[in-house]
Nanobody, 125 residues
Framework: QVQLVESGGGLVQAGGSLRLSCVASGRTFSRNTLGWFRQAPGKERALVAAISWSGGSTYYADSVKGRFTISGDNAKNTVYLQMNSLKPEDTAVYYC??????????????????WGQGTQVTVSS
C-alpha cells in the first residue's frame, strides 16, 4: 500500500521559513515526478512545485519562484519543500503528490496517482 506522509507545517510569522517533508512508502518513485500542491480556504488546489526524480528537473509556480525550493532524497524516499520569505498569502494546506509521468505532465493534478493527507501552513502578518 502506497502512503505519502507530510510533516513540517505550522504557524510562522511573515518573512519566516518552514521546511515540509513528504515520506513515501510502499513503492519507489525513481521514474516519476513528485509535486507539492496547496489549497487555501475558498480556493482551488494548485501546484506549487514539482520535481522529476530521475532527471532532477524542477518546476515552480510563479508565485513562489525564488522563495521555495523543492528537493528529493532517493535514499530516504523523501521529497522536501523549503519555504523561505513566507507571506500571509502562502497560508494553505499543503499536499504532497506522486506518480506523474514527467515534469511537464506533472503540472496537472490528474497526473498524480497518490496524495498525502496534507499539512497546514499558516503565515501571520
Amino acid at each position: 500500500q502506497v502512503q505519502l506522509v507530510e510533516s513540517g507545517g505550522g504557524l510562522v510569522q511573515a518573512g519566516g521559513s518552514l521546511r515540509l517533508s513528504c515520506v513515501a512508502s510502499g513503492r519507489t518513485f525513481s521514474r516519476n515526478t513528485l509535486g507539492w500542491f496547496r489549497q487555501a480556504p475558498g480556493k482551488e488546489r494548485a501546484l506549487v512545485a514539482a520535481i522529476s526524480w530521475s532527471g532532477g528537473s524542477t518546476y515552480y509556480a510563479d508565485s513562489v519562484k525564488g522563495r521555495f525550493t523543492i528537493s528529493g532524497d532517493n535514499a530516504k524516499n523523501t521529497v522536501y519543500l523549503q519555504m523561505n520569505s513566507l507571506k500571509p498569502e502562502d497560508t494553505a494546506v499543503y499536499y504532497c503528490a506522486a506518480g506523474a509521468r514527467s515534469i511537464v505532465a506533472g503540472t496537472a493534478q490528474l497526473e498524480y496517482n497518490y496524495w498525502g493527507q496534507g499539512t497546514q501552513v499558516t503565515v501571520s502578518s
